[in-house]
């Protein structure tokens, strides 16, 4: 049966500032790695209620697509980026910088945020 990815981020958690593991995989997967993660890195207990925390946090992975044939340039720029919601912001946002002579701002990186697209997988 197909089992969508899962990921999850300590980012998500502003009480784990510091750490910024990411784990994705199957349910399954995800759920036992983070536990055995909450155990060992955040001095969690190894509890049902940890499990469920943990399964509330779990988000379906969605590959994210920009791509800059949607948008003629003057340089008739042609590059796609896809990957996760943060890689493709954070390497977009680089590379309209660089190579479209925009600046680095939150709303450019809101603009762009909402141009992104699903990727199909
Ligand atoms: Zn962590
Ligand atoms: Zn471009």
């Known amino acids: 049966m197909f089992q969508k990815r899962k990921v999850i981020d300590c980012r998500w958690d502003p009480s784990e500032s510091a750490c910024t593991l990411a784990v994705s995989g199957t349910e399954d997967e995800v759920l036992q790695a983070s536990i055995e993660h909450a155990v060992s890195a955040h001095g969690e207990k190894n509890t049902p ?65 909402k141009l992104l697209k699903e990727a199909e997988d």
């Open 49 to 113: 209620e940890l499990r469920n925390d943990i399964r509330r946090y779990l988000r379906d992975e969605k590959r994210k697509v920009i791509d800059c044939r949607w948008f003629p340039s003057e340089n008739k720029c042609s590059l796609a980026i896809s990957g996760s919601e943060d890689e493709v912001l954070n390497a977009a946002v680089e590379h309209a910088v660089k190579s479209h002579g925009e600046k680095s701002t939150p709303e450019l990186r809101k603009e762009i945020q």
